[in-house]
C-alpha cells in the first residue's frame, strides 16, 4: 500500500502524559493538547523529508481514519507534521 502525493499513512500512539511535576493527565486532559504522537507506516509518493518508521507530532484535527484488512490508519497530510522526532 502506497500513499499518494504529501498525503501519509500513520498510526496514532496513545502515550501517558506526564507534567514537569511528575503528575499523570487524564485522557480527557490530554485530549485537549493539540498534537498527537504518530508512527509512519508509508509515506506518500511525494513526500521527501519523512520516512517511513519515523515518529511525528501532528495536528490532531487533521487527517481522518480508515480501516485497511482488519488494521486502522489515519491519513494525514505533510503540511500537518510539525515535529519529526
Do not use: C, H, W
Not at 10 to 19: A, F, P
Amino acid at each position: 500500500m502506497k500513499p499518494i502525493g504529501k498525503n501519509i499513512l500513520i498510526n496514532i500512539i496513545e502515550e501517558e502524559i506526564e507534567t514537569s511535576s511528575g503528575i499523570l493527565l487524564s485522557a480527557e486532559e490530554s485530549n485537549q493538547l493539540r498534537y498527537k504522537k504518530g508512527f509512519i507506516v508509508e509515506p506518500g509518493s511525494d513526500v521527501t523529508v519523512i520516512s517511513k518508521g519515523d515518529t511525528i507530532y501532528y495536528d490532531k484535527r487533521a487527517g481522518y481514519t480508515m480501516m485497511i484488512g482488519s488494521e486502522s490508519y489515519t491519513i494525514i497530510s505533510e503540511r500537518d507534521v510539525v515535529v519529526v522526532l
